[in-house]
């Protein structure tokens, strides 16, 4: 059982690029979120979803967009990619609240 | 607004030390309490919750947090720590029937424990 896999691991952007985050989870969660964390900073909640085609924003939702066409994929677009935004991102489903599955990460820098 | 504190940035113990990590929340209301923790190079994953009842909740690895509701707060204990403890802890909080999505994180406490 996968649980959640993000892909990539390690991304260097350049500043004004665009990349999307990739997320898939083979539970069937209806709930999936993003989060990043910074050092010293915890985990900031980015975006979340509580099923198909249903998306909200979290606390950090400036500079990205969401989408979830499907209950396993969750990917996270950055559009213009800017210095602020390196940081480690991590994408988690669950099937409520009892308990977040996280994926391993992705750390993206942006020079 | 809600927010979450963990007093320790960086907690350094020698093994068969007792370890206790604060957090203290700012929510007035009923909520959800977490601890999850981060191994180097893992993901993070849950170590403990309490919902309701018992306010002494245990965990896994021997891990156990206590829920004072004066207090505001959810500590985590452990009576003797291990090496292999050596991680980044994580509180968190949901307010109750809240959005699935309002999990308040900590900023971490980073535990180094010394063999």
């Known amino acids: 059982n996968a649980g959640v896999t993000q892909t990539p691991k390690f991304r260097i952007l350049k500043i004004g690029q665009s990349m999307t985050l990739q997320c898939t989870q083979d539970?069937?969660?209806?709930?999936m979120y993003w989060y990043r964390q910074d050092p010293g900073m915890g985990l900031k909640l980015i975006y979340y979803?509580?099923?198909?085609?249903?998306?909200d924003k979290g606390e950090v939702p400036n500079g990205y967009n969401v989408s979830r066409s499907t209950t396993e994929d969750f990917p996270l677009r950055l559009e213009l990619a800017a210095p602020s935004q390196t940081s480690v991102y991590f994408c988690?489903?669950?099937?409520?609240?009892?308990?977040?599955?996280f994926g391993s990460g992705t750390q993206l820098s942006v020079l | 607004a809600q927010s979450v504190s963990q007093h320790n940035h960086h907690v350094i113990l020698s093994e068969a030390a007792s370890l206790e990590l604060g957090c203290n929340y700012s929510?007035?209301?009923?909520?959800?309490l977490f601890w999850y923790v981060q191994y180097p190079g893992q993901h993070l994953q849950l170590l403990l919750k309490?919902?309701?009842?018992?306010?002494l909740v245990k965990g896994i690895k021997g891990f156990e947090a206590e829920f004072i509701k004066s207090k505001f707060s959810f500590n985590l204990r452990k009576p003797s720590v291990q090496w292999s403890d050596t991680a980044e802890y994580f509180c968190?909080?949901?307010?109750?029937?809240?959005?699935?999505?309002?999990?308040?994180f900590g900023k971490g406490t980073k535990l180094s424990v010394k063999p």
């Open positions: 988690a489903s669950s099937s409520g609240l009892e308990k977040l599955f």
């Open positions: 539970m069937n969660h209806n709930y």
């Open positions: 979803s509580v099923g198909a085609g249903i998306t």
């Open positions: 929510y007035g209301g009923t909520v959800n």
């Open positions: 309490y919902f309701s009842g018992d306010p």
């Open positions: 968190a909080v949901n307010r109750y029937g809240g959005s699935q999505g309002n999990l308040i």
